[in-house]
């Protein structure tokens, strides 16, 4: 597979070892098509592992030694999926630049139209998950899930016209990446981190529905950590994006559903519980 590199796949991958040969062989499959807007010789793949130590490592290369134009970075000063997305980013060699999940849940068959989507006045590619010929967004999900889906969806509707900016599929060209400065690396939300620092305007984005799968394979790393992470990424991008005054109330209205929840909680709670739980048990991100 040689010639000139355009295009390069970023999988931030955490205990994935399960998924990345059939996600490796999947995209280069569709991307092998008579009708792939993109041939395979022009793309890349990079994985970004952080230290999972599951196994990772040796399936990359065994996919290299058949021919797959794949590699893989093991971080191990560093944990976390924005961060490691952003490492893709800055290794990659295409012009275009995709993000996708190693888990099978951002189908690899939709591979070539997200590459193909992006062009200098397409600085932006976004999998949506709404809209029509999208699937059904959570249908298997549990209401938890949904819930959390929706109220984070809605809450970033003030800082960019992108209809989904949660799907974590998503591409950018590098110039886009570049101008993007100061970014906040934690949490998950590194897409509409992009939108609003790369400052991606509407007419700039272009937005393939898909249905998003389920995981069959590992787990999920998305805990109250990721979404406590993710109120305080909104709050900094409220600042960034308005004046300080249009924060404040959004503050005040976080601090409203803080309370609500508490109170929700509270009463369901026995009088003398007045505190809950230890300290987080997930991952560092
Ligand atoms: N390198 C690295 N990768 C990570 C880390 N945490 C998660 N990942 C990788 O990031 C991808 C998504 O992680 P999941 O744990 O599968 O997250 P999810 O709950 O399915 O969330 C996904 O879907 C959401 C939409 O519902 C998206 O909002 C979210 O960004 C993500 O794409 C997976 O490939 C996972 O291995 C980390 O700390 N380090
Ligand atoms: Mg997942």
Known sequence: MLGAIDYSVIVPAYREASNLRPLVTRIFAALSRID???SA??????????????????????????????????????????SAVVRGFQEAQGDNMLCMDADLQHPPEYVPQMLAAMSPTKLFVLGTRYGS????????????????????????LALTSASDPMSGFFGIRKEAFLKAKNLNTSGFKIALELLVKAQIHSNAIAEVPFAFGLRTAGESKLDSKVMRLYLSQLLELYWYSYNGLIAFAFLLFLALIFLVWRYLTASNEPMMATTVQGGGHGRGQ
């Not at 290369?61 to 924005?82: K, P």
């Not at 059904?136 to 969806?153: F, K, Q």
């Open 133 to 156: 010929g999208a699937g059904a967004v959570d249908e298997g999900w549990p209401l938890y899930r949904r819930i959390i889906s929706n109220g984070a969806r809605m809450l970033a």
């Open 36 to 38: 792939s807007p993109v």
């Open 41 to 82: 010789g022009q793309v890349e793949i990079i994985v970004v592992d952080d230290n999972s130590r599951d196994g990772s490592v040796e399936v990359v290369q065994a996919l290299q030694q058949e021919g797959y134009n794949v590699r893989i970075i093991v971080r191990t000063t560093e944990r976390g999926l924005s």
